[in-house]
């Protein structure tokens, strides 16, 4: 639903008759306050439902930004910062920026203000929505100032004014995307979280993360050894994993900042790790007592609560957004299925039903739906389930095995891995609904297991 005008026309009578009773006069100048409070909430417009599955894409057009001195080098840095604006935009899925050869008119020789603006030049050429910016640079220093338009309603909708050194420009392009995302969606977006994801160095798995679009790539861990299932807590400021490290799978809890951290390392497997929202727990499945089963573990990997205890393996937990829930797989049945557990009560639901194999479940940030892997008739695949209905979606079909779904933090978004090209387990990324299915890295060899951060902060 974009650019949905949510305005209702009403109609007033023409003048009442002079005979009315006083008493239902009262009634009329009521009704005429009525009447222009529901107006005013009326100019209100709901712009994306990033939940649409049959969403379209809503044209925006990303004009010159005006070098405010007219310096090389604001020419320079402002195309740049277009060139990470329209990148940003178009990786959401649920936006397009267009081609400025359709353009008019240039804001940055007309001006980039709400009166300077010729709305007619962007609604004629389809533009639903219109950036324009300026920019400042001095001895290094620059100042971004950068608004949005809703073009056929001819209304700013977005304007800020950012400052630093050109090293930030990134940062401050990033920063205006989440406020449009917040303005548009009522969401603060992608586009300050991070994915965790596993790959291949010198033949060993170790752990690396990168911001929402594959950029600013970091290597976490140097085990040298097998890491596994990264996981972020709620805040960004820690990492769990799974590490061979000690000569067994056990859980390592690293703060990427400071250089303390702690261990799980109970006798056994020690696996699956995921972050309780908003607190510094965790789940985990540990097989210390026997089969594996999911316990609640302290930042420091005490044990708080054993959660799960059933015959046949439980792993794989991951947190309902309130933290009062657990999707997990378990073989209790026989074979490995999804099902959810609330964590006071312990009551259990059984989620899928369909195929001999479904594992891997995530919960969706609005909590309505799990995403998981499925696999039938010997393919792997990538399903979606609402959790009221109950009825799975395939995403992912005829592209080779694609395992590992992660939720982007506004939930619009899935990170998964896929074998799609050559065989070879690469991350990518797609549209909530399946849609705009594309390779989010570039590295040399595998990358698998991504985890998208549920932080999302606008703070420099």
Excluded at 23 to 47: M, P
Excluded at 398 to 412: A, R, T, V
Aim: include cysteine; charged fraction near 20%.
């Amino acid at each position: 639903m974009v650019l949905i005008q949510m305005k209702k026309r009403y109609s007033i009578c023409h003048m009442l008759n002079k005979i009315i009773l006083s008493a239902l006069y009262g009634y009329l100048i009521l009704g005429f306050f009525l009447f222009f409070s529901i107006s005013a909430d009326a100019k209100e417009y709901t712009y994306i439902n990033i939940s649409n599955p049959f969403l379209k894409k809503t044209p925006v057009a990303v004009t010159e930004f005006k070098a405010f001195n007219g310096h090389a080098a604001e020419v320079k840095d402002g195309k740049t910062a277009i060139d990470l604006l329209t990148q940003a935009l178009d990786f959401t899925g649920y936006l397009k920026t267009m081609n400025p050869v359709a353009f008019l008119s240039n804001p940055a020789e007309a001006g980039i203000q709400l009166g300077q603006i010729n709305f007619r030049d962007w609604t004629g050429i389809g533009a639903e929505l219109l950036i324009t910016g300026g920019i400042v640079e001095n001895k290094g220093k620059v100042k971004l100032e950068l608004r949005l338009f809703d073009t056929f309603n001819t209304k700013l909708l977005v304007g800020k004014v950012y400052s630093g050194p050109q090293s930030q420009i990134r940062k401050m392009i990033h920063l205006f995307c989440s406020e449009i995302s917040y303005k548009l969606t009522g969401k603060w977006g992608i586009f300050n979280s991070k994915i965790a994801f596993v790959s291949i160095v010198n033949g060993k798995k170790e752990i690396f993360t990168c911001d929402f679009d594959g950029q600013n790539i970091q290597q976490i861990t140097s085990h040298k050894t097998i890491s596994l299932s990264p996981s972020w807590s709620s805040d960004g400021k820690w990492l769990a994993y799974v590490s061979y490290a000690k000569g067994k799978p056990d859980i390592f809890i690293k703060n990427l900042k400071e250089n303390r951290g702690s261990i799980v390392n109970y006798k056994g497997m020690n696996i699956s790790p995921d972050w309780m929202p908003g607190q510094d727990k965790l789940a985990a499945a540990l097989s210390f007592s026997g089969d594996q089963e999911i316990y609640l573990l302290t930042i420091k990997g005490e044990i708080i609560k054993r959660i799960t205890n059933s015959w046949g393996i439980d792993v794989s937990p991951k947190f309902s957004p309130d933290g009062q829930k657990i999707v997990f797989t378990s073989k209790r049945t026989g074979t490995p299925q999804i099902h959810i557990q609330d964590i006071e009560s312990q009551s259990v639901q059984r989620l899928t039903f369909k195929g001999s194999n479904n594992t891997s479940p995530t919960w969706s940030p609005d909590g309505k739906k799990i995403a998981y892997v499925g696999i039938e008739e010997n393919q792997i695949n990538i399903f979606i389930m609402n959790i009221d209905s109950g009825m799975p979606v395939q995403l992912t079909m005829n592209e080779g095995d694609n395992e590992d779904p992660s939720w982007s933090p506004d939930g619009s978004m899935l990170a998964f891995t896929s074998t799609r090209e050559g065989g070879i387990p690469r991350i990518f990324v797609m549209n909530a609904s399946g849609t705009d299915q594309r390779r989010l890295l570039r590295l040399k060899g595998k990358q698998t297991q991504p985890d998208w951060s549920m932080s999302n902060s606008t703070e420099d």
